[in-house]
């Protein structure tokens, strides 16, 4: 039975490349975008090579939003088995805590903090009638507490530490239903939020997020952070 996937931030970069694969794997993919006109050649190249799958607006920094598009999903689909929580800004670099200004806080918070964060309440009731669903939460190594930080980015990485723990509040929170949660650090790819220097290329970048989504459950240790398929303490 085909499964059905919503990819925040999917008309580019590590977005898009998990809906072309995805998609190519017997999944309908919704593309949840900012820009529905940008996701248009995605949606094409996905039904090119033999899938299926939607477009469907939402900008992730509103909750206004999010909360619109959980409206129009319970409304046309009777549940969702993946949510891969990909749209991320970085706009605080290069910085320091004593440098920040509070609007770039603000609007790194309102993408990656509170957007994660209510793609996650608002699909809950979907997700919790799947027999098996997964929730993927995009983070960072910069969002590792057990490790030198590394880089002139707090606002973003803060965000990404607060990514792991919805991931382990919610992941404890569900631990008697079907849904498993896991944060992921794709490690540092070749986007446009990545910049050229990057040492992954995008399909190295988006093999543990489409394995966490994919692979049969008993693999998989809820409410941990993965990199490279394995378990990264945070």
């Known amino acids: 039975m085909k499964k059905t996937a919503i990819i925040t931030g999917a008309a580019r970069g590590l977005g898009k490349a998990l809906a072309l694969k995805l998609a190519e794997n017997n999944v309908f993919v919704i593309l949840a975008v900012r820009s529905v006109e940008k996701a248009v050649p995605v949606l094409e190249e996905i039904v090119k090579n033999g899938g299926e799958g939607v477009i469907k607006q939402c900008d992730v920094s509103s909750i ?11 409304a046309e689909y009777s549940h969702i088995d993946i949510l891969l929580n990909n749209a991320a800004i970085s706009v605080d670099g290069p910085a320091t805590i004593e440098t ?7 609007q790194t918070m309102a993408t990656n903090f509170y957007g994660t964060l209510w793609m996650c309440k608002t ?5 919790r009638k799947s027999a098996d669903a997964r929730v993927v939460n995009f983070s960072s190594g910069l969002g590792q507490l057990t490790v030198p930080r590394m880089g002139g980015i707090p606002a973003y990485s803060m965000s990404k530490t607060i990514v792991n723990a919805i991931t382990k509040i919610m992941a404890d929170e569900e631990k008697n239903t079907n ?7 794709p ?17 190295e ?9 994919t692979t049969d459950a008993k693999n998989l240790v809820s ?3 993965y990199k490279e398929r394995k378990i990264l303490g945070w």
């Open 123 to 127: 699909m809950l009731p979907l997700l």
């Open 187 to 203: 490690g540092w790819v070749l986007t446009d939020m990545g910049g050229p220097n990057a040492m992954l290329t995008i399909p």
């Open 205 to 213: 970048g988006i093999d543990t997020p489409f394995w966490l989504a």
């Open 100 to 106: 920040l200004t509070y609007d770039i806080v603000n």
């Open 64 to 74: 206004e939003s999010i909360e619109q598009f959980a409206k129009t999903i319970a």
């Open 179 to 185: 849904i498993k949660v896991m944060s992921v650090d």
């Open 223 to 225: 409410g941990e952070m």
